[in-house]
């Protein structure tokens, strides 16, 4: 019967504790920069530090930051103005620490860097607080592009599951 074949081809996807996982389009930028975010580590509530939010491929010698939101339920990447980047994660959202890429002006050397389990230990993060353990995070890097048609680009962007 259709169903039962239907059925046989289901496959169900369940997040653990620790995953992490890239999606969306990040834009590029005017010197031809596509930003890449990622994480290494184990996002833990109970770890004062060891997951750590990195964008390479960043515009070097701007400003930038990570910012997050705990749900993207019913939402969908939108267009980030008119530049080619992405809105991927959905509002409400908050902005972490602002920071330098460092490397080279003109160039696609600079990376933005930060510890989040240090900022939510820290006290640095306040959207989704307290975290214990199991709650989902979208994160996305922001930096400055001032030639573009927005001034600025935005990465791809991260999902990760806490683990308690």
Same mark, same amino acid.
């Given at each position: 019967?259709?169903?039962?074949?239907?059925?046989?081809?289901?496959?169900?996807?369940?997040?653990?504790?620790?995953?992490?996982?890239?999606?969306?389009?990040?834009?590029?930028?005017?010197?031809?920069?596509?930003?890449?975010?990622?994480?290494?580590?184990?996002?833990?509530?109970?770890?004062?530090?060891?997951?750590?939010?990195?964008?390479?491929?960043?515009?070097?010698?701007?400003?930038?930051?990570?910012?997050?939101?705990?749900?993207?339920?019913?939402?969908?990447?939108v267009p980030w103005g008119t530049?080619?980047?992405?809105?991927?994660?959905?509002?409400?959202?908050?902005?972490?620490?602002?920071?330098?890429?460092?490397?080279?002006?003109?160039?696609?050397?600079?990376?933005?860097?930060?510890? /989040?389990?240090?900022?939510?230990?820290?006290?640095?993060?306040?959207?989704?607080?307290?975290f214990a353990g199991g709650e989902?995070?979208?994160?996305?890097? /922001?930096?400055?592009?001032?030639?573009?048609?927005?001034?600025?680009?935005?990465?791809d962007a991260l999902e990760f599951?806490?683990?308690?």
């Amino acid at each position: 019967n259709i169903l039962d074949d239907v059925t046989s081809q289901l496959v169900v996807t369940v997040a653990t504790c620790g995953s992490i996982s890239a999606y969306c389009t990040a834009g590029t930028t005017t010197n031809g920069c596509n930003a890449a975010i990622s994480g290494a580590g184990t996002p833990d509530a109970n770890a004062g530090s060891g997951f750590v939010l990195s964008a390479t491929n960043v515009e070097g010698q701007k400003q930038g930051l990570f910012f997050y939101g705990i749900s993207n339920a019913g939402f969908s990447p939108v267009p980030w103005g008119t530049s080619t980047s992405f809105l991927c994660v959905k509002a409400p959202t908050q902005r972490m620490s602002v920071l330098n890429s460092g490397g080279t002006l003109g160039q696609c050397d600079g990376v933005l860097s930060a510890d /989040w389990n240090a900022c939510v230990t820290s006290g640095q993060i306040g959207l989704g607080a307290p975290f214990a353990g199991g709650e989902q995070v979208f994160a996305q890097a /922001w930096f400055r592009d001032p030639p573009s048609t927005k001034t600025t680009h935005l990465s791809d962007a991260l999902e990760f599951l806490f683990c308690p």
